[in-house]
């Protein structure tokens, strides 16, 4: 397999290049900061001014239709390429360029939309997500339903020309900031369980609703429980037909694990450490073991790229990638438990120091790395599921 560019992939790299170095505000990179720029929160718990340049970078991008580069032009995307996306993603996390935070809105929710949703959902939902106006949270999970979420059991039941809604959520990422909701609830309790779910479109501000905290152990609230006690959901809001949203919520998962990651940013990662390295003057830091350590995690970076060119190469082929998105995944999230590990070995106690300490070291980015890794393994699809998914339809396993 050729994995150079094309003539015109090349220029397109150049192009979008130039752009982000020409319009990108200085002090905007995120390259070396670390830290999530996930946003369900809807840049609420970004700074004031930080926010405000990347609101103008943004409206750059989506002069451009950058901000869903995925979209069709109709829509306000760009409607490229899988390729031309994946170079677009490369060139952005090369350059620390930072994407809207409004992550669910512009994965997910708004695919989700253009597929399954009525011209007036298009109308009313896909502006004001690509403009940063309206973020958006997913109500999937809940306490008993989250590998096995067909068995999902908040309720909504049809009253006139509305659905009154009633259960619980959990892990509902950037819920506190969000203005809408992707959720499944149950419509026909005594259909097979797959078979009596219905996709809605909820608004946050409906009355009923409750969003309570949880704090994760990095000390931040970046999920919630999420209450309904008698929320009215209008009829209009039901995506797809009654009892049919089980199969609209995968399309939505799968948007969600097969998004276009490009493995540069664990590349950078190592690179960063090396820098660090070379910075203490210190062939002597951490000693042969430590250079080992370094060699492999350089190499898997490598094969993650890999990997996730195998993914592309689905897509690029028109298909939707299932076995392959699921390695990529597993392997990529698996991965970035490793680099946060050599990264805290490497900077030995000091790799506990937060980015407000005096003595920090690599911007302090290290203690949450290492501790938000943990949960890349679950979010999204646990590790022990993609495996499942692995065996089942990449090796043609029998289920367990
Ligand atoms: C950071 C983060 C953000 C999240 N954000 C959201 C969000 O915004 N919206 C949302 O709806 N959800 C969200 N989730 C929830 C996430 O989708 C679930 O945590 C995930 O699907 C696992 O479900 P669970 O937590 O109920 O664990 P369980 O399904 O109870 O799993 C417990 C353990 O059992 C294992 N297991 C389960 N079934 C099998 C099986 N068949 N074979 C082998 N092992 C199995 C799992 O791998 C796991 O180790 C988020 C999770 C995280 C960590």
Redesign the pocket.
């Known amino acids: 397999m050729d994995f150079q560019d094309s003539p015109q992939e090349a220029a397109f790299r150049k192009d979008v290049r130039a752009f982000i170095k020409q319009e990108m505000p200085p002090g905007l990179s995120r390259r070396g900061k670390g830290g999530a720029m996930f946003g369900?929160g809807g840049g609420r718990f970004l700074q004031e001014g930080y926010w405000q340049k990347l609101r103008g970078w943004l409206d750059k991008l989506n002069e451009r239709g950058w901000v869903a580069p995925a979209w069709p032009t109709e829509y306000g995307g760009a409607g490229l390429t899988v390729i031309e996306q994946f170079i677009l993603n490369q060139e952005m996390a090369t350059l620390g360029a930072p994407r809207s935070p409004n992550v669910?809105g512009l994965g997910w929710a708004g695919p989700t939309i253009i597929l399954y949703g009525t011209d007036e959902q298009k109308k009313q939902h896909l502006p004001p997500i690509l403009k940063a106006e309206s973020f958006w949270?997913?109500?999937?999970?809940e306490p008993e339903?989250?590998?096995?979420?067909a068995s999902l059991q908040t309720r909504a039941v049809r009253d006139g020309d509305d659905y009154i809604i009633n259960g619980q959520?959990?892990?509902?990422?950037?819920a506190h900031g969000a203005g809408w909701m992707i959720m499944l609830a149950r419509t026909d309790p005594d259909a097979p369980k797959h078979k009596g779910i219905s996709y809605f479109l909820l608004d946050m501000k409906s009355p009923g609703i409750t969003v309570r905290p949880l704090v994760?152990m990095a000390g931040s609230h970046?999920?919630n429980e999420v209450f309904f006690d008698n929320v009215r959901v209008p009829q209009e809001n039901l995506v797809g037909e009654e009892n049919r949203g089980w199969y609209i919520g995968t399309t939505t998962l799968d948007f969600e694990r097969s998004g276009i990651a490009t493995g540069v940013s664990h590349a950078l990662t190592v690179d960063d450490y090396v820098q660090y390295i070379r910075e203490q003057n210190g062939a002597s830091f951490g000693g042969p073991t430590m250079r080992y350590e370094l060699a492999d995690r350089a190499v898997e970076a490598q094969v993650e790229q890999m990997l996730n060119y195998q993914v592309i190469g689905v897509q690029a082929r028109g298909m939707v990638p299932s076995n392959e998105a699921s390695i990529a995944k597993l392997f990529s999230t698996e991965l970035d438990q490793r680099i946060a590990d050599t990264g805290l070995k490497l900077l030995g106690t000091y790799g506990q120091l937060m980015k407000d300490s005096p003595h920090t070291k690599m911007n302090g980015r290290l203690p949450s790395m290492y501790l938000y890794a943990t949960?890349s393994t679950?979010?999204?699809?646990?590790?022990?599921?993609q495996r499942?998914i692995i065996a089942q339809r990449g090796l043609g396993l029998p289920r367990?």
């Open positions: 369900g669910i949270c997913q109500g999937f999970s339903a989250g590998s096995d979420l959520k959990i892990w509902t990422s950037g994760n970046d999920f949960t679950i979010g999204g699809g646990t590790s022990e599921v499942n367990g």
